[in-house]
């Protein structure tokens, strides 16, 4: 089993009770384990005009392949309604993989780690959370140095 962090969001139908939902199915998929998951963030949106998203982090144990495991997401993402209309646009769900264990992927359909994770705090405070001190990625970057370069901004940390 390797350890991936997947971060989580929705800024459309109740997004809150959308990443509980999406937690209850992570937590369901064969030969894993959801091992935690952070607090609840509000963001502000990558795109103007959009509603403020909910974000999160988990974490899961798993011994998916990579690619079954982005299968599982967007599956999960279908499932609670999920429509790709737009590049940045509102969604009921996104799953992106983070980090999976320590490897560097670089497929047509999947970049681990996540491209961007470096500039949203959305992403690297929660991970934080969840994630070892020391915590160094496939890539040779350091947590630590990623969260010192990217201020706690236009994020808030939900009770």
Known sequence: MERIYIGMGSNLAAPAEQLRNALDALAQLPNSRLAGVSAFYQSDSLSPGQPRYTNAVAALDSSLAPLALLDALQAIEHA??????????????????????????????????????????FVLYPLAELAPSDLQLADGRHLRDLLDACPFVGLERLA
Do not use: C, S
């Not at 992106?96 to 491209?115: Q, S, T």
């Open 80 to 121: 609670q309604g999920r429509e790709r209309l737009e590049r940045w646009g509102p969604r009921t769900l996104d799953l992106d993989i983070l980090l999976f264990g320590n490897r560097l992927i670089d497929e047509p359909r999947l970049k681990v780690p996540h491209y961007h994770m470096q500039a949203r705090p």
